[in-house]
């Protein structure tokens, strides 16, 4: 490989979210990467810094471009310049669209489990969480579609949040499914704001399908948020983009992020996000096969050592979601119990919804890291 993701990177001391924790405790949590950025994403930022001034910032043709190859070459969607906004991250543009295409006390459906920060983008802004569960048997999960018609065809909802692919269970939303729910939410007249933030971190050979580019119906009511900053690790950068194909719900969108103060880069997000989407691809291939690597590594260990836990089948995202019901301890008791026992900090599912026996792990970092958190997790639950 050409690129080194053995590599062991003390992160501590660096104001790190992830790791501002006691010495010892193995964090395995937040969706941040223990690996360093493409080096080409590096070299350019370091070329920007040495030039020593750092006033404000416009947004260049250059990353209007890069988004729009990028989708066009690797995702089979021609996205436009005007249909294109630049956002500081994929939360503002959900909170903003929230306090724009809402009012205070309507409904935003969401299909949990799904990322937690979804709860706040709603509640914070006076709105309702309408929880929609999704079904799951036998390890694997999918939508009803009969209930998922009545709950967008409730009259106070107005939004929902799709997550494309889905966080945290790793799944890749077919274009079938994807076309049935953005039929439904159209026909109820209820806009769809798409998170497409993991989109670029899938398996080898497997690929996700934007949202928008499923049917008409979808594109025309699509808010679609992308950014650079899960697959290449740039998310302290603050740099999206928000993709609405619609002119008029697009300037709705433009209004509310400007309104927010949430529509001007800092100095280093425009050229991060531009390298990454023109030189960054051969980095991102060999990350992938490097994750799947570590997915296959958790999937060996856990039948092996520990039965009890099923590991739910994932096609994307580097987090896992783990089935812990034979345990029989809820996810908050559970999370606690194993970093309390063994410093290993994983994420308690109660916290995506639908996940009270479910817990979830990061395993983007080093395969000796990995192997850390399994064995500690294995002396957690024999010590059960």
Known sequence: ?????????????????????????????VADMDFKTAPEITEAILRRADHGVFGYCTIPDEWYDAYIS??????????????????????????????????PGENVLIMTPVYNIFYNSIRNNGRNVQEFKLD?????????FEKLEKALATPQTSLMFLCNPQNPIGKIWDRDT???????????GVTVISDEIHCDITDPGRSYIPFA?????????????????????????????????????????????NTDEVAEPNTFAVQ???????????????????????????????????????????????????????????????????????????????????????LRMNIACPASMVQDGLRRLKKAVDSL
């Open 213 to 257: 580019s499923v049917s008409e119906k979808c594109r025309d009511n699509a808010v679609v948020c992308i950014s650079p900053t899960k697959a290449f690790n740039l998310a302290g950068l603050q740099t999206a983009a928000a993709v609405v194909p619609n002119e008029r719900l697009r300037h709705k969108v433009w209004r509310a992020l």
């Open 70 to 103: 990028w989708w066009r070459d690797w995702h089979g969607i021609e996205y436009t310049k005007y249909d294109l906004i630049f956002s500081t991250g994929v939360i503002p543009i959900l909170s903003s669209s929230v306090r724009k295409l809402s009012t």
């Open 272 to 358: 991060a996000a531009v390298v990454a989407f023109t030189k960054g691809r051969e980095w991102l291939d060999e990350l992938r096969n490097y994750l799947y690597q570590n997915k296959q590594l958790v999937a060996e260990f856990i039948a092996r050592e520990l039965p009890m836990i099923r590991l739910v089948p994932s096609e994307a995202t580097y987090l896992l979601w783990l089935d812990c019901a034979e345990l029989g301890m809820t996810s908050k008791d559970l999370e606690r119990y194993i970093r309390k026992s063994t410093g290993l900090f994983l994420s308690r599912g109660e916290l995506y919804g639908s996940g009270e026996c479910f």
């Open 1 to 29: 490989m050409k690129y080194n993701f053995d590599e062991l990177i003390d992160r501590r001391g660096t104001n790190s979210l992830k790791w501002d924790i006691p010495e010892g405790e193995l964090p395995m949590w």
């Open 136 to 144: 799951y048997r036998n390890g694997e999960y999918s939508i009803d």
């Open 178 to 188: 994807l076309k049935r729910i953005g039929e439904l939410a159209y026909d109820n």
